[in-house]
T-cell receptor
Framework: DAGVIQSPRHEVTEMGQEVTLRCKPISGHNSLFWYRQTMMRGLELLIYFNNNVPIDDSGMPEDRFSAKMPNASFSTLKIQPSEPRDSAVYFC?????????????FGPGTRLLVL | GDSVTQMEGPVTLSEEAFLTINCTYTATGYPSLFWYVQYPGEGLQLLLKATKADDKGSNKGFEATYRKETTSFHLEKGSVQVSDSAVYFCALGRDDKIIFGKGTRLHILP
């Protein structure tokens, strides 16, 4: 079975450009999570969706970040405009249900470098 | 609020040594507890979990016991291998999300 799929795996862009990260969750999972990982701040939850609806976006750092989930099999995280401090690894994860007792399944991540 | 505290790394051990990575949590009620592992260049993956007090989770030779009285979920392995080198995250599940610790990097020397 395919796991969580993320694209691109690596992204290098210049400050001020728009960046779009993509995620395809595991089929049948109805919760989707976006995380950011850096050496300084560790793993941070940015936003999560249940049944395609954003539930908690309190972790989104600022208005430059936005996320959408137009259907059960696709989500995007967009940064516009990007800044060097956005450089990080961004992970998408999905879970079978909304319960915190469920395992989350992580994608391989997108390594973003903003110059 | 709910939180997880785990020992800071890096932890460096020789192959076949005994491993303990400490983890304590702060939470009301009975959250689920998890250990996730992240190998270089990969996403996190579940290593083991426990859903109630005194449960023991185990996988790949790793074990952790849910201790309500000490609010702990320490990770142990009797004999580590070079292939166990990774970052280990302790986590608790509350309501509809998982709260992760900061991670402990483990280096195993041959």
């Amino acid at each position: 079975d395919a796991g969580v799929i993320q694209s691109p795996r690596h992204e290098v862009t210049e400050m001020g450009q728009e960046v779009t990260l993509r995620c395809k969750p595991i089929s049948g999972h109805n919760s989707l999570f976006w995380y950011r990982q850096t050496m300084m701040r560790g793993l941070e939850l940015l936003i999560y969706f249940n049944n395609n609806v954003p539930i908690d976006d309190s972790g989104m750092p600022e208005d430059r970040f936005s996320a959408k989930m137009p259907n059960a099999s696709f989500s995007t995280l967009k940064i516009q405009p990007s800044e060097p401090r956005d450089s990080a690894v961004y992970f998408c994860a999905s879970s079978p249900s909304r319960s915190g007792q469920e395992t989350q399944y992580f994608g391989p991540g997108t390594r973003l470098l903003v110059l | 609020g709910d939180s997880v505290t785990q020992m800071e790394g890096p932890v460096t051990l020789s192959e076949e040594a005994f491993l303990t990575i400490n983890c304590t949590y702060t939470a009301t009620g009975y959250p689920s507890l998890f250990w996730y592992v992240q190998y270089p260049g990969e996403g996190l993956q579940l290593l083991l979990k426990a859903t109630k007090a005194d449960d023991k989770g185990s996988n790949k030779g790793f074990e952790a016991t849910y201790r309500k009285e000490t609010t702990s979920f320490h990770l142990e392995k009797g004999s580590v291998q070079v292939s166990d080198s990774a970052v280990y995250f302790c986590a608790l599940g509350r309501d509809d999300k998982i709260i992760f610790g900061k991670g402990t990097r483990l280096h195993i020397l041959p």
